[in-house]
């Protein structure tokens, strides 16, 4: 039956994401916020599809967390689950992402019409200046900035360095940081076809003012809340990390 759904879900992903991606081709003369709305129309279609199914729901934990003007979201990162869904918990937003990424076909294309914040991976430094300026024309602009630190999707239970580039760019834009933890890697796992039906749990947490306080320690701060958010809502799958940090817990870029 998980197969089952799996293959629906993919046929039907196919089937709604090439017009919404010949439709981003086609409105790339809007201006960029109207482009936005648009194109991630998409998003509450697929989030039906993704419960009805897959059978994957969401509760939402500290939603009055949430403020009223622009922020940047630092989250954990485990699936692309989290990649969708935010879109719709979140005021619109838009996502620090490969460059390479615009180059996938039908997907990309959509995306590279999106206002959001490009990177070369490669380009070591230059990418966080790519981060902090394209991060503040977004933010200006009204759009919220979504950041995984950890940099990529690790499996529930793991812990990558969090990178300092979301953290500084809230600091260098003057905006709060809203930390995000979730389980959506139980469900939808890196790269596996397929996805099991459940419950995600999104725990947003209260907001971490820059004021006055340094980038690296805005860092921390949402580091420590994230982590150990999952270990209390999600402990299982921290079993024997306390005992062994650098091997159960966490793993090296």
């Not at 992903?13 to 998409?42: G, N």
């Not at 990177?119 to 979504?146: C, F, M, N, Y």
């Not at 499996?155 to 940081?177: D, F, N, Q």
């Not at 402990?235 to 990390?241: E, N």
């Amino acid at each position: 039956m998980h197969l089952l759904r799996s293959f629906l879900f993919a046929l039907l992903l196919a089937v709604i994401t090439v017009p919404y991606a010949v439709l981003a081709i086609l409105i790339f003369w809007l201006p960029p916020m109207t482009r936005h709305r648009l194109i991630t129309s998409w998003v509450p279609l697929m989030m039906w599809v993704i419960r009805h199914v897959l059978g994957i729901r969401y509760r939402v934990i500290g939603a009055d967390n949430i403020p009223a003007g622009p922020a940047v979201i630092l989250s954990k990162h485990q699936s692309a689950w989290e990649t969708i869904a935010l879109q719709q918990i979140f005021p619109p937003l838009c996502y620090v992402l490969k460059r390479e990424l615009l180059r996938v076909p039908f997907f990309g294309w959509a995306l590279g019409q999106i206002p959001g914040i490009a990177i070369d991976r490669a380009a070591g430094k230059d990418a966080l200046s790519q981060v902090v300026e394209q991060g503040r024309k977004r933010l200006h602009e009204g759009l919220w900035v979504a950041v995984f630190p950890e940099g990529t999707r690790v499996a529930p239970g793991v812990v990558r360095r969090y990178k300092p580039g979301g953290a500084i760019l809230a600091k260098r834009a003057g905006v709060p940081v809203v930390p995000v933890a979730h389980n959506a890697g139980e469900f939808w796992r890196r790269n596996a076809f397929i996805k099991r039906p459940g419950e995600i749990t999104v725990s947003i947490g209260p907001l971490i003012e820059v004021k006055g306080v340094k980038a690296e320690e805005i860092n921390r701060r949402a580091e420590e809340w994230i982590e150990g958010e999952m270990r209390r809502l999600f402990g299982h799958h921290y079993a024997g990390a306390e005992t062994q940090p650098e091997t159960a817990a966490r793993v090296p870029d």
